[in-house]
């Protein structure tokens, strides 16, 4: 990317770095997720100036096989922590990311695709 002037990475983080949750056994990756954002900030400033952008994608809760391994039968049911009513999708995420690399002037960026889960909760 150095040599051609050019390039995107696009990290993976979590809303959960800015919005945790109690109850939830996240510690250790939170604190991951957390150096990845830190991580996206530096190399942003390490490489713009070969027009490298670097950004992080921070999801909410998305559909996968993870709230099964987590003793959730019905991943719907977080569906409340997301303003939107619903938790996120896969290809929602892609979309983001094929944003993000196709992007000129962003770089440094968390974007959280999260339904609104960080901006806040309905009662």
């Given at each position: 990317m150095v040599t051609q002037q050019n390039g995107s990475i696009i990290n993976i983080g979590t809303v959960l770095v800015e919005h945790a949750i109690g109850g939830f056994p996240a510690t250790a990756p939170i604190t991951s997720k957390g150096a990845i954002h830190s991580l996206t900030r530096?190399?942003?400033a390490e490489f713009g100036k070969d027009n490298i952008k670097v950004n992080t994608i921070a999801p909410g809760i998305i559909r996968s096989p993870l709230q099964g391994k987590m003793g959730i039968a019905n991943a719907d049911s977080l569906a409340g922590l997301h303003l939107l009513n619903r938790i996120g999708e896969a290809d929602e995420i892609a979309e983001a990311a094929y944003y993000?690399?196709?992007?000129?002037?962003?770089?440094?960026?968390?974007?959280?695709?999260?339904?609104?889960?960080?901006v806040g909760h309905t009662i």
């Open positions: 530096q190399l942003a993000l690399a196709s992007s000129d002037f962003i770089t440094g960026e968390t974007i959280n695709v999260a339904g609104g889960h960080t």
